[in-house]
């Protein structure tokens, strides 16, 4: 039996959604694939201008539609936002018999425990991930069900988004007729789908550099043991250069970033001029060395990652994450990436390519690593359930209390006056013979 998905990851620097279909026999197979640039319609702060966003979604929507020939109604939404809190709740219950077997309905309650606490002002929770089990004396269980005992404790990580960033959002998918699911942290999500369980183990770190944001995950004895979000990215890499060569636009100092950007200087073999012609409209051009942009996009990668360091530094990590980093995000498509991470932290580095998590369709695309988060949601899709809050919509009726046309057809007038009669009855004593 197969399940179609929808997926969105709203980024900062663009919108990526696609339409998947999950085989236990096959695997997964895409079915549709859209990508836009937001066009300012998001920033790091959040939504900036809801009718381009509105514009956007409903464009992506309506591309997927063609594709596969299949209506969107509902759709699982990743984000990342720099404001996301995370902490985490412990929460034990009990079984009235020692040969008690422990059954799903059982780690929904316990979870259910785990997130009864207040939620801080502003924000929602979104994630409610378990870390561990104990069952009695059986300690870092990953998954009890079956077992037996008396008492069942848990450790959740629980990860909170600004709640008008959501309500904004939900707005923005309500208009285009779309309902979401879910809102899920898009990284954490792949960091689940591409790591694998002998490296979350081992112990390694997941950064996705993003335009605006900088994600980091650590991972050591099978557990999430840490989750920032930096407030830093490739847009900056961009604003350097424009900076450096003060006539160029945005987006030629992007162009230029993507065509001819290195990330560690010692890889450049052969320096060369490279001319740029700031105006299209104007024969004069600007003569830059090619050292000169690779330095350049080097020296604010390199305090990047020297963050992403500290963060692995206040996990207590640095001599632990034997299996390394794995970079994702759009910032990680940049050439010499790799030697320029080892070169900084020490560690061994690697670039994900979630080609591996597509088993037919269309596949090439997800070679690169920008397209990680979306195709582990994609992966992810029946897992979602448990890694996520359901988001419960006031207006739309769930498909099992949607009541049919033929149960629906009274006419308008004969409403108001049966709501007028029912009125009437509880407050007068009408006698009976004026009611016939």
């Known amino acids: 039996m197969s399940e179609i998905f929808t997926t969105f990851d709203i980024g900062t620097y663009g919108i990526r959604a696609a339409i998947g279909r999950l085989d236990q026999k096959h695997g997964l197979s895409v079915l549709a694939l859209a990508q836009e640039e937001v066009q300012n319609a998001i920033d790091q702060k959040g939504v900036a201008h809801i009718e381009r966003l509105v514009s956007l979604l409903q464009g992506v929507a309506e591309r997927l539609q063609r594709q596969s020939s299949i209506v969107i109604h509902q759709a699982w939404v990743g984000i990342t936002h720099a404001e996301m809190r995370t902490e985490t709740a412990n929460a034990i219950i009990t079984f009235p018999r020692a040969d008690h077997e422990v059954e799903w309905k059982d780690l929904i309650r316990l979870r259910e425990q785990a997130i009864c606490r207040p939620v801080p002002a502003g924000y929602r929770l979104i994630h409610a991930i378990p870390l561990w089990y104990r069952l009695d004396h059986r300690d870092q269980l990953s998954?009890?069900?079956?077992?037996?005992?008396?008492?069942?404790?848990?450790e959740y990580l629980l990860v909170y988004a600004p709640e008008p960033y959501l309500a904004t959002l939900h707005r923005c998918f309500e208009r285009v007729g779309i309902q979401v699911q879910g809102y899920l942290v898009a990284p954490l999500m792949a960091a689940q789908a591409l790591l694998t369980p002998e490296e979350k183990n081992t112990g390694v770190g997941y950064v996705d550099i993003g335009a605006h944001h900088t994600t980091v995950i650590l991972y050591q004895k099978g557990q999430i043991k840490r989750l920032a979000i930096l407030p830093l990215g490739g847009s900056l890499i961009t604003q350097d250069i424009r900076e450096m060569i003060r006539r160029i636009l945005p987006p030629q100092a992007e162009t230029l970033k993507k065509r001819l950007g290195l990330a560690f200087r010692p890889l450049l073999t052969q320096d060369q001029i490279i001319s740029i012609q700031p105006d299209p409209?104007?024969?004069d051009t600007l003569e830059v060395r090619h050292s000169l942009l690779v330095e350049v996009i080097q020296a604010r990668l390199q305090e990047i990652f020297e963050f992403v360091a500290h963060e692995i530094d206040k996990a207590g990590l640095l001599q632990d994450l034997h299996a390394g980093l794995y970079m994702a995000g759009g910032t990680?498509?940049?050439?010499?990436?790799?030697?320029?991470?080892e070169y900084t932290t020490g560690l061994s580095a690697h670039i994900v390519s979630p080609v591996q998590l597509i088993a037919s369709g269309i596949v090439e695309p997800f070679q690169q690593p920008d397209l990680a988060n979306l195709a582990a949601i994609l992966d992810q899709a029946p897992k979602l359930h448990e890694l996520t809050l359901h988001i419960p919509t006031d207006n739309s009726p769930s498909p099992s209390n949607t009541t049919s046309p033929a149960q629906n057809n009274k006419p308008k007038g004969r409403k108001i006056f049966e709501k007028m009669f029912s009125y009437m009855e509880r407050t007068f004593k009408l006698p009976s013979d004026l009611i016939d």
């Open 332 to 341: 990680a498509c940049l050439a010499g990436l790799r030697e320029l991470v």
């Open 143 to 154: 998954d009890p069900v079956g077992m037996s005992g008396i008492r069942l404790e848990g």
């Open 281 to 283: 409209r104007r024969p």
